[in-house]
């Protein structure tokens, strides 16, 4: 399983052998220094965003920083035996808590150019911050209904109902209703 310290530490390892500082890291990417120090010590749940300019940034595919034994050839996870989990906040740039646990289908499949996991969305209290990052998402709703904030517009997606965007624009998901709701989605980052 990888987790917010583990992300953070290879995060750490990779900036380090590529003696790039924390400092420029946080310029490349317009991440502030205080979120970079937070990831790297494993203090925060980081959102996508930020992982995805680090990603970017370090010149290694998303993937890199969830990896635990990558393997060539076809990756065929089994029902139930996604044991890769991965929490992201879904705020603009990190918090403590999560409401989105991602169970990485891809994780350990070397040269991939998607991300697919399946994601239980939990539910989340307050206002919701839009974030963008390069590439396109592809959603489908496994369970419960989730909704969907994409830049001035929101959509409410159903079980068996599928939205498909460019992820440049903001945006948010989240559970509608209050319910626990479970995704199939594939994050497509450019590298």
């Known amino acids: 399983m990888v987790d917010k310290n583990e992300i953070g530490a290879k995060i750490k390892n990779l900036r380090e052998s590529r003696e790039i500082t924390k400092e420029e890291l946080s310029?490349?990417?317009?991440?502030?220094l205080d979120l970079i120090n937070s990831i790297?010590?494993?203090?925060?749940?980081?959102?996508?965003?930020?992982?995805?300019?680090?990603?970017?940034?370090?010149?290694?595919?998303?993937?890199?920083?969830?990896?635990?034994?990558?393997?060539?050839?076809?990756?065929i996870v089994k029902n139930g035996e996604t044991n890769?989990?991965?929490?992201?906040?879904?705020?603009?740039?990190?918090?403590d808590v999560s409401a989105l646990e991602f169970h990485s289908l891809g994780a350990g499949k070397n040269d991939r150019?998607?991300?697919?996991?399946?994601?239980?969305?939990?539910?989340?209290?307050g206002e919701f911050n839009l974030s963008s990052h390069e590439g396109e998402e592809f959603i489908y709703v496994l369970e419960g209904e989730i909704e969907v904030?994409?830049?001035?517009d929101s959509f409410i997606v159903s079980k068996?109902?599928?939205?498909?965007?460019?992820?440049?624009?903001?945006?948010?998901?989240?559970?509608?209703?209050?319910?626990?709701?479970?995704?199939?989605?594939?994050?497509?980052?450019?590298?």
Do not use: C, W
């Open 40 to 75: 790297e010590s494993g203090d925060v749940v980081p959102s996508l965003t930020p992982i995805t300019k680090i990603a970017k940034a370090l010149g290694v595919r998303l993937g890199t920083f969830l990896d635990d034994a990558p393997q060539n050839g076809p990756l």
């Open 113 to 125: 150019n998607m991300e697919p996991f399946i994601i239980d969305v939990h539910t989340e209290n």
């Open 149 to 152: 904030k994409y830049g001035q």
């Open 27 to 32: 310029k490349e990417t317009n991440v502030s």
């Open 160 to 191: 068996g109902d599928s939205i498909y965007y460019d992820s440049i624009i903001p945006h948010h998901l989240h559970s509608y209703n209050g319910e626990i709701s479970k995704i199939l989605a594939v994050v497509y980052t450019p590298f």
């Open 84 to 95: 890769s989990v991965v929490y992201f906040s879904g705020e603009e740039n990190q918090t």
